[in-house]
């Protein structure tokens, strides 16, 4: 734009804020404007103070939860009230003198407050709070002022071609914004879906494991799918992505499709399953609490997550030690205040050491303090044997001869 082109725009905006200021029917409105908010403050208050349902939160009585559904609402009274009251001085401007055009601005901002109100109120999630806030308004904005086809054409004219795909700056948001609501439900869906299936008693747990990846792949591809049908895409543009990403594979990629894949074999194969003790040839140990799509997770005995990647099971080397028939068993036991609970843990390792069925490995038996009881200290010796028998009986003699031997009595647990 030159700067004639300006000073004749300018001079235009000139003229009509002029017409607008010289115009009997601009504060008409004005003054019509400023009547409907005053009376929709007035009955804003009037009605807090003589209803009963708006003046104070309700504690008990009948129907509770609608009458405090309703108190909730107190926010958006206000805002509705001068959308009514500004919708009146609509229909008397236009009866009156003739126009309304800035009194329908006002009923249209009056709109968008009631949005906010209503969002402000009954959205409390974080996330889809400020999306509806920072999203949600903008759009009904726009289309509460009649603009927002105008703004679509204008998005969507700014684009990027090449052959047959064609990307737009409305494209893009699109994607943006569905891709985010349809993966935020996918994810719940997901979570959802998981517990449902984790849930199911009659599978074992590698079963279970499993199903849930299945289902998490199929689902999050559906929902790829149902994007690209939102955005309008042709489905034969997977083809395109496909070879981009099979190079990407081939170069970058390469490792995390790799780890990938081996999950999937480890949950296939049942080399190991959740709750497995696995020990791993650098000597790193836990217990296998999860398996991901990339890597798996290793819990420690002293808290520690260790993550490893599936792969490492596929190329190398490790210990199932609970594959077969060794179980982890523990038994607990409580002494009285006053005890020399620095030598218990010696006494009770070294007599379950000599037990003939503890083992040494993958880890001796270990003794350590769980907690100050209400009567006492409460220990627990845990252990590992062969076999589904785990020999509690004998462990419950073994703590009690060492106990006693050393002069240490025991208290109830509870």
Known sequence: MTIDQAQIEATKALQILVGWLTSPQFYAQIGAIILAVVVAHFANRQIKTRTPYFRCAPEKGALLKIRRWIYSCRDLLFPIL????????????????SSSWLA?????????????????????????NAAARWIGIPIATLQVFGILGEFTVYLDSI?????????????LAKAAIFGGILFWLGRLSNDAGQRVIRKQEKLDIPTKELLAKIFQIVLFVLL???LLQVLGL?????????????????FGLQQIASNFISGMILLFERSMKVGDYVELGSGMGGTLSEINMRSSTLQTGDGKDIMV????????????????????HEVIFSVPYGSDIHKIPELIIGAAARHRHILAKPSGPACEIR?????GIQFAVSYWVAGTNGYLSEVHFLVWDTLKAAGIALVPIK
Request: no cysteine.
């Open 224 to 226: 790829f799918i149902l």
């Open 82 to 97: 001068a959308v009514l009251m500004l919708a009146i001085a609509v229909q008397v401007l236009e009866s009156v003198v």
């Open 159 to 171: 684009s990027l071609e090449a052959g047959n795909i064609r990307l737009s700056l409305f494209t």
């Open 371 to 375: 907690q100050f009881g209400e009567k």
């Open 309 to 328: 990647p599936n792969e490492k099971f596929i190329t190398s080397a490790f210990v199932n030690w609970t594959k077969s028939d060794r179980q982890r």
């Open 104 to 128: 329908r601005i006002a009923q249209s901002i009056a709109v968008i407050a009631v949005l906010y109100a209503a969002i402000n109120r009954f959205i409390t999630h974080p996330l889809v």
């Open 234 to 250: 042709d489905l034969t543009a997977l083809t395109i992505f496909g070879g981009a990403l099979g190079v990407g594979l081939g």
